[in-house]
């Protein structure tokens, strides 16, 4: 069992009272190194004249891993813990996000033109011309993150209230990156009438609408009427984002082994959501040969299933490890484990793998570096992060500064394109498939693809 790798996600703050015998930190470190953990930063908060007081950053694999770290330092090292604080909740209280006012309100001058009673005067001229909202009000760089907390990514089905820290770190993606204003908008019910009713009354604040962690199949009957009787963009990223950037991904790494998209042998294991989205955008891009697996097996005309998935069913039959005799690609988007070195070893020379389930992958990459050409992740802490924020920006950015009633596969293939040309030929190879997420030209490339795809279709309006 390759054991996990240490992430920020399960860092913690120590704060140790040592000695000063140099030695008491150096033991601390070297039992922090045996339990595993990497240590951060290092922080000398008070020397007196018989004691150091320091705040170090440890970083561990799992909260079991945190405890049995922190457990180490108190009974193998002369230091004492005064204090131990875990990093990621303490980044959450309070929330993460907040509203500013672009204008400050110094005088009264100020106050008449913003408010009462100058105000009064712009919603006239918006009830005498409805289209005057998206210049006069934020609607033209908001979007609206509707969640009901029934498919968070790792956890389920946890609730509206559950899902709200997710969907305040998604507002502050779309705002690093994309420089939109986006608000959490966490529904307390699941019903798909209430959900499409609910965003509908909402809808007039808002410049497009952000699907999130809604489950299938519940999901795909909310966005198609939501995008029937709305005239704004509505877009479900856990379909659509995660397609755009697994394409891209695909693109640069077919590329680098010398196969072709179109002759290729994929298998998508995860037959949910993300799994329907990215074998239609793949087979929108030129697949052919699609394999879905679900927990059950292989997507099999004599199986039971979703109206979605039937679009994918074969006369195959068989299980994860039938279908991939002789692939080409695998793409995971299903649970931790399920895909085993044995597995890895039936498929095609050349094989691309893409274990992308959160946190922990369908097979940890340390096991089949040496078996395959390329590995990539949903994590950050692998090589080839395929992760939804190198989309979702851009595309609405792009989206949103033409007006475009709706999203069309058209552009989700531009904002795949847009993205996989950033990794050059140069560039390119089994660790670098995709660009980080931190790569500044990423969101302006891909809204600059997607606006002149959607001019092209004559679905601008500005």
């Given at each position: ?260 998209l179109e002759t290729v042998r994929i298998v998508i294991n995860g037959a949910g959501a993300a799994g329907i989205a990215v074998a239609r955008l793949l087979r929108k891009a030129g697949a052919k ?68 389930a959160n946190p922990v992958p369908e097979i940890q990459p340390e096991l089949i570096y040496d078996q395959v050409a390329v590995v990539a992740t949903g994590r950050s802490d692998y090589p080839n ?78």
């Open positions: 069992m390759v054991k996990l790798t240490p992430t920020p996600a399960y860092s913690l703050t120590l704060r140790l009272e040592t000695s000063l015998d140099p030695t008491d930190l150096a033991t601390v470190l070297r039992v922090i190194g045996e339990q595993q953990g990497q240590v951060g930063s290092i922080t000398l908060i008070e020397k007196t004249a018989n004691k150091v007081l320091r705040e170090l950053v440890v970083v561990a694999a799992s909260r079991d891993h945190a405890t049995a770290i922190v457990n180490a330092v108190k009974s193998d090292t002369q230091a004492t813990v005064l204090e131990v604080s875990d990093r990621t909740f303490r980044l959450h209280e309070g929330g993460k996000i907040t509203v500013k006012s672009k204008h400050p309100l110094q005088e009264y001058d100020d106050l008449a033109m913003a408010y009462t009673p100058g105000v009064g005067r712009v919603s006239q001229a918006i009830a005498e011309d409805p289209q005057l909202v998206h210049k006069l009000t934020i609607k033209s760089h908001t979007v609206a993150i509707v969640s009901d907390g029934s498919a968070v990514l790792g956890l389920g089905n946890i609730g509206a209230a559950a899902a709200l820290p997710v969907m305040e770190g998604k507002a502050m993606l779309f705002q690093e990156f994309a420089g939109l204003d986006a608000f959490p908008i966490c529904l307390s019910t699941q019903d798909v009438d209430e959900i499409v009713a609910t965003v509908k009354h909402i809808a007039p604040v808002f410049g497009g609408i952000n699907l999130e962690d809604i489950s299938a199949p519940r999901c795909f009957e909310i966005e198609a009427r939501l995008q029937a009787e709305l005239d704004i963009p509505v877009f479900h990223d856990d379909q659509h984002g995660t397609a755009i950037v697994t394409l891209a991904a695909l693109k640069n790494a077919l590329q680098l082994v010398g196969k072709s040969d699609l394999i879905l697996c679900n927990r059950r097996g292989i997507l099999s005309v004599q199986a039971e299933l979703t109206p979605a998935q039937r679009e994918f069913a074969v006369p195959q039959t068989g299980t994860l490890a039938d279908a991939l005799k002789d692939a080409d690609v695998f793409i995971g988007l299903s649970a931790p484990g399920v895909l085993t070195v044995e597995m890895v070893q039936r498929m095609a020379k050349q094989a691309i793998v893409f274990a992308m992060q395929i992760n939804n924020v190198l989309a979702f920006p851009g595309v609405f950015k792009g989206t949103l500064a033409c007006r475009a009633p709706r999203m069309t596969e058209e552009m989700f293939l531009a904002a795949a394109e847009a993205i996989a040309r950033l990794v050059s030929p140069s560039e390119l190879h089994s660790a670098y498939i995709i660009p980080s997420v931190f790569d500044p030209r990423v969101a302006p490339a891909v809204a600059k693809a997607v606006e002149e795809c959607a001019r092209s279709l004559g679905l601008a309006r500005a």
